[in-house]
């Protein structure tokens, strides 16, 4: 296997041993665009691993999608859902050319035995992905259209670290994300566009009045 990079903190943790047996137990592979990498109620065999890219994550409840989670290169997907069970809960896609890792899930739970600090370093991981998830859920919740898309705006800020950025999701997977219709998206897209508060080209966004935007989240 080619030379991979980990850069999560919690393989910072390992023994060259312990990474070299997640590494022979393990395979890389790459997902195209839209392309399904974890299917919901499939078995849980491996933990996915973000090499490179961007995936969305996706959770289905009487035949109604929900988008849960952007997730950015060098991050665990769908590390919260990956012991409960047998049976992934959730959906993952990519929404960009992405390169996963598969690791193994009896060897990564070997190595979480033999290893205390990569075992607590795994579950801060699965603590800290549950607390921002509830986190999410409580900023969209009791919120008016207006405020559950600024603040949505405002996660994409966070995550890509930049003013002006592609939206890594359509009209419709946005709507699904804050629980409102695409309809309503579309209109209050329009709304910040005229207010002077977003501008667009194509599917680059560029935020132009971040203050205005944390103001709207905090009112709403």
């Not at 809960?89 to 979480?112: F, G, H, N, Q, W």
């Not at 800290?128 to 800020?157: E, P, W």
């Not at 804050?178 to 080209?201: A, C, D, N, P």
């Amino acid at each position: 296997m080619r030379k991979i990079d980990l850069q999560h903190p919690a393989f910072y943790t390992l023994t060259l041993s312990d990474k070299e047996q997640l590494l022979r137990n393990s395979a890389v592979l790459h997902f195209s665009k839209n392309e399904t990498i974890i299917k919901q109620d499939s078995f849980i065999t491996h933990v996915y691993y973000l090499l490179s890219g961007m995936v969305k994550v996706d959770y289905s409840i009487r035949q109604k999608n929900n988008t849960i989670r952007i997730i950015p290169e060098q991050e665990f997907i769908g590390l919260l859902y990956s012991f409960p069970g047998r049976h992934y809960e959730i959906r993952a896609t990519a929404i960009a050319e992405s390169e996963v890792l598969l690791i193994d899930i009896e060897t990564l739970k070997m190595v979480m035995r033999a290893n205390g600090n990569f075992a607590i370093s795994i579950l801060d991981t699965v603590a800290l992905t549950g607390s921002r998830a509830v986190n999410r859920l409580l900023t969209y919740q009791n919120k008016n259209i207006d405020g559950c898309l600024a603040a949505f705006l405002l996660q994409m800020h966070e995550l890509f670290n930049k003013e002006t950025f592609e939206l890594p999701l359509l009209r419709r997977e946005i709507a699904e994300t804050i629980g409102y219709t695409r309809e309503s998206v579309v209109h209050t897209f329009s709304k910040f566009i005229k207010h002077g508060l977003i501008s667009q080209e194509g599917k680059t966004i560029t935020l132009k009045n971040i203050p205005m935007l944390r103001e709207i989240v905090e009112k709403s």
